[in-house]
């Protein structure tokens, strides 16, 4: 019964967020609401209620690296802005051609995904396109092709997407091996949603007139230069600092945010205070979209209520039971990806079938990590990626659903294809 009452709260919470428009409540206020209720379920229903208390402490820790890890990363994104450190990348993209630059934007998207990850790369390049694109209708199909590109990105890397980074922590899969195996299906996951769009894409884009901040002349090419290349730089250490401390990655991207704290003070140490309040961190921390990291919370801790009841574990095992087959259960599992959060999912998987079963390479791991990395991109809130778009531009989930899902899936089993089609010939 305390399951039942757990889904129910869950589905219904989830149906909040999806109408969000309609019922006109916002979404964090119904990702909250849910995260809390499945708890106090779980708990009431629970004899151990210290079991249950431990359970969540130890999940929170998880979930606070993440939210702290997209403050920080936010918070630089805001910095860079506030130096208009942005300008310079956006001076350089030229393309106003619609089909053209969806193409660049997504590519940019896709391989820079791979070097930080895709939650990160998400943030960087939804803040880059308000300076490329003024229209809100283009500015929005845009983020939501960048949504599937960072996810199509980060699947063959070893640090581009969270589920990946757990595989290869785990020693299911090796850096070349996933790189080879994945990044082919990666690209036409990607591909095959652009090249529909280059047929239905037409026209020109309008950039948006170049605001600058009221003491712009404050700031010279030096100073844009330099915040623009250490917050770049701080985002991109992040895999590096985790690979060399095995410290998680919101440590590093705290470490990075203190250093281009420590650097911007530096920088405008010598002018007023109402001047250089601007383009400090403070100014930048009250900028970051605080409902859009509470969304993320709500969302977090009611899957952690999902996981920890079993809910999670069950619909693995019977997924494994029903489909046999190995491939329509990876399928499977990155379709689902899309509803519930892509890590639990996972490491059920991790801890279902034993190296033994399937060693270190073997390709349901590879397929694991590039279904479960892209399957996310079929709905807006399937992936962190997606819930990162949706908070900062405010992306209605049906829009998503009617615009962007159909191609996400498109691409989806096109590369899924690709994969099983390159396993059976090569191995």
Same mark, same amino acid.
């Given at each position: 019964?305390? &399951? ?38 779980? $708990? ?30 936010? &918070? ?11 300008? $310079? ?16 934007? #997504?590519?940019?998207? +896709? ?17 880059? =396109?308000?300076?490329?694109?003024? #229209?809100?209708?283009?500015? =929005?199909? +845009? ?97 590096? +600092? ?148 949706? @908070?900062?531009?405010?992306?209605? +989930? ?7 899902? =159909? ?19 090569? @191995?």
């Amino acid at each position: 019964m305390m &399951t039942s009452i757990i889904v129910a709260i869950f589905v219904i919470g989830y149906a909040a967020i999806a109408t969000e428009h309609p019922i006109k409540i916002n979404k964090a206020a119904s990702a909250l609401l849910t995260g809390v209720l499945t708890w106090t379920v779980y $708990i009431l229903f629970t004899p151990d209620k210290h079991q249950v208390t431990e359970e969540l402490t130890h999940h929170l820790g998880e979930l606070s690296g993440i939210l702290f890890f997209l403050m920080g990363a936010m &918070t630089i994104v805001e910095l860079i802005d506030a130096h208009n450190g942005f300008e $310079i990348i956006t001076n350089k993209i030229t393309q106003t051609n619609k089909r053209k630059l969806i193409w660049i934007v #997504s590519f940019i998207t +896709f391989f820079l995904s791979a070097v930080l990850d895709n939650l990160t790369t998400t943030i960087v390049m939804v803040s880059l =396109l308000r300076k490329l694109i003024s #229209s809100e209708k283009d500015r =929005l199909f +845009f983020t939501g092709v960048i949504v599937v590109a960072a996810n199509a990105g980060g699947a063959w890397s070893p640090i581009g997407d969270v589920t990946t980074t757990m595989l290869w922590i785990g020693n299911q899969i090796t850096v070349m091996d996933i790189i080879l195996k994945v990044f082919i299906p990666s690209v036409i996951c990607l591909a095959i949603p652009l090249i529909y769009l280059s047929f239905k894409l037409k026209g020109e884009i309008n950039k948006p007139a170049i605001k600058h901040a009221e003491s712009a002349h404050d700031l010279t090419r030096r100073n844009q230069i330099v915040v623009l290349v250490a917050g770049i730089s701080s985002l991109v250490f992040v895999p590096i +600092f985790k690979t060399i401390t095995h410290l998680p990655p919101f440590m590093g991207i705290l470490f990075g945010l203190g250093i281009l704290w420590v650097l911007v003070e530096i920088m405008h140490k010598g002018k007023e205070e109402e001047r250089k309040s601007k383009y400090s961190v403070v100014q930048a921390l009250r900028k970051i979209d605080v409902p859009s990291i509470l969304f993320f919370l709500g969302i977090l801790v009611s899957i952690s209520a999902l996981e920890s009841t079993g809910v999670l574990t069950h619909t693995a095992e019977w997924l494994s039971t029903t489909l046999k087959n190995e491939n329509i259960i990876v399928l499977a599992i990155g379709i689902l990806s899309s509803i519930v959060d892509n890590v639990p999912l996972v490491a059920a998987a991790q801890g279902m079938y034993d190296l033994a079963v399937y060693p270190t390479d073997h390709s349901f791991w590879s397929f694991l990590a590039y279904a479960a990395g892209t399957g996310g991109s079929a709905l807006i809130i399937g992936s962190a990626a997606g819930v990162a778009a949706m @908070g900062m531009e405010k992306i209605n +989930f049906f829009w998503y659903l009617k615009n962007i899902s =159909l191609l996400a899936l498109l691409g989806y089993f096109a590369g899924a294809a690709v994969y099983i089609l390159q396993i059976s010939i090569f @191995g």
